[in-house]
T-cell receptor, first 113, second 118 residues
Framework: KNEVEQSPQNLTAQEGEFITINCSYS?????LHWLQQHPGGGIVSLFM???GKKKHGRLIATINIQEKHSSLHITASHPRDSAVYIC???????????????FGQGTILTVHP | GAVVSQHPSRVICKSGTSVKIECRSL??????MFWYRQFPKQSLMLMAT?????????EQGVEKDKFLINHASLTLSTLTVTSAHPEDSSFYIC??????????????FGPGTRLTVL
């Protein structure tokens, strides 16, 4: 079993729909990242969370540390949101492990007009 | 915001040659950088942690003599794929976390380098 599991693996939506992507992890973490990777390959960090909830535009990320679960929500989805969304966790170990991330397998989101 | 650059963005080489990929942090100092490999339709796989001033730390199964990492300065890490073979064809990405203690603790990713070995 992977340390970081995402669901669903593939998600298709119509423009305007509300979208949720889930991430569960099994290790202790100091932070969780939500990343966006477009078809060209470049990766952008959308959020870094250690507790609670963050909002940026149409994107909302929440995390429940006790349940080891995080969700990424997209409101009023748009075709330009089509991308791979990746959940990544940073462990609690320090020293040479500083910043090291463990990745989920990614969720491929396709939003149709 | 902080930017991490990679060069080249795309490279095609013949089997047996060596290829060097550069990763630069453009407006912050990165004592640590990470190198990842991503195969088609798969997630990122950490290859190694590049540490300025010391040897890189390689993940299990990654050949350190094949993937040479040099963290030459606080803003530059290089990955050299030596004696490349077609199975090394992949998308290579670097990332750099903001320095320890900085309040905006996050991680910046390079745009990636697509390597094709013929």
């Amino acid at each position: 079993k992977n340390e970081v599991e995402q669901s669903p693996q593939n998600l298709t939506a119509q423009e305007g729909e509300f979208i949720t992507i889930n991430c569960s992890y099994s290790v202790g973490i100091s932070a969780l990242h939500w990343l966006q990777q477009h078809p060209g390959g470049g990766i952008v960090s959308l959020f870094m969370l250690s507790s609670g909830k963050k909002k940026h535009g149409r994107l909302i990320a929440t995390i429940n540390i006790q349940e080891k679960h995080s969700s990424l929500h997209i409101t009023a989805s748009h075709p330009r949101d089509s991308a791979v969304y990746i959940c990544a966790v940073k462990g609690t170990a320090g020293g040479t492990s500083y910043g090291k991330l463990t990745f989920g397998q990614g969720t491929i989101l396709t939003v149709h007009p | 915001g902080a930017v991490v650059s990679q060069h080249p963005s795309r490279v095609i080489c013949k089997s047996g040659t060596s290829v060097k990929i550069e990763c630069r942090s453009l407006d912050f100092q990165a004592t640590t950088m990470f190198w990842y490999r991503q195969f088609p339709k798969q997630s990122l796989m950490l290859m190694a942690t590049s540490n300025e001033g010391s040897k890189a730390t390689y993940e299990q199964g990654v050949e350190k003599d094949k993937f040479l990492i040099n963290h030459a300065s606080l803003t530059l890490s290089t990955l050299t794929v030596t004696s490349a073979h077609p199975e090394d064809s992949s998308f290579y990405i670097c990332s750099a976390p903001t320095p320890s203690g900085v309040s905006t603790d996050t991680q910046y990713f390079g745009p990636g380098t697509r390597l094709t070995v013929l």
